[in-house]
T-cell receptor
Framework: NAGVTQTPKFRILKIGQSMTLQCAQD?????MYWYRQDPGMGLKLIYY???????DKGEVPNGYNVSRSTTEDFPLRLELAAPSQTSVYFC?????????????FGQGTRLTVV | SQKIEQNSEALNIQEGKTATLTCNYT??????LQWYRQDPGRGPVFLLL?????KEKRKERLKVTFDTTLKQSLFHITASQPADSATYLC?????????FGKGTMLLVSP
């Protein structure tokens, strides 16, 4: 079991460029999440999905888009990158939705927008 | 608005002592409270979960308490070791997605 796999690990983008952060899990979890973590700050929820074809906004969704075509994959799309999107991005998955079970996190993607 | 507070200052303790980390919350009625460990450059790793109707949970050297009257959770690591040095995050859920605190860094010196 690989758990939650994120790619790439590091990326530098220029302002206005676009990119997709990949996330895959092999635990057959219906629930998947994207968080961003800024220095000294807690994890902020960007988007989440409760199953293939169903996504919803979290606390900080502006500037991002997601899709969920399969149970395994939950990519995060950045359109027109801005310096404010410089952050570490974590993908996570869980068996249940409500915090009743643990969340499994990927290793993170460190993104710098210059 | 909902707020989760963890001590922003690092906690420095001597090896062998008990580390106690605090998580306070306001404007929140969580059904579940979780604690995670995060090492530099890595994703958070789950440690313990406690439900609103539970007062205490233990796992090896770890103990979590949950006081819904005080709106506080305490996280204890007994017989601490340098390998316990990390940032510890608390996370709350009120029948929805998890909300995380900013975390407290623990430094255990030999």
């Amino acid at each position: 079991n690989a758990g939650v796999t994120q790619t790439p690990k590091f990326r530098i983008l220029k302002i206005g460029q676009s990119m997709t952060l990949q996330c895959a899990q092999d635990m057959n979890h219906n629930y998947m999440y994207w968080y961003r973590q800024d220095p000294g700050m807690g994890l902020k929820l960007i988007y989440y999905s409760v199953g293939a074809g169903i996504t919803d906004k979290g606390e900080v969704p502006n500037g991002y888009n997601v899709s969920r075509s399969t149970t395994e994959d939950f990519p995060l799309r950045l359109e027109l990158a801005a310096p404010s999107q410089t952050s570490v991005y974590f993908c996570a998955s869980s068996l249940t939705f409500t915090g009743e079970t643990e969340a499994f996190f990927g290793q993170g993607t460190r993104l710098t927008v210059v | 608005s909902q707020k989760i507070e963890q001590n922003s200052e690092a906690l420095n303790i001597q090896e062998g002592k008990t580390a106690t980390l605090t998580c306070n919350y306001t404007n929140y009625s969580p059904a579940y409270l979780q604690w995670y460990r995060q090492d530099p450059g890595r994703g958070p790793v789950f440690l313990l979960l406690i439900r609103e109707n539970e007062k205490e949970k233990r796992k090896e050297r770890l103990k979590v308490t949950f006081d819904t009257t005080l709106k506080q959770s305490l996280f204890h690591i007994t017989a601490s070791q340098p390998a316990d040095s990390a940032t510890y995050l608390c996370a709350l859920s009120g029948y929805s997605t998890l909300t995380f605190g900013k975390g407290t860094m623990l430094l255990v010196s030999p």
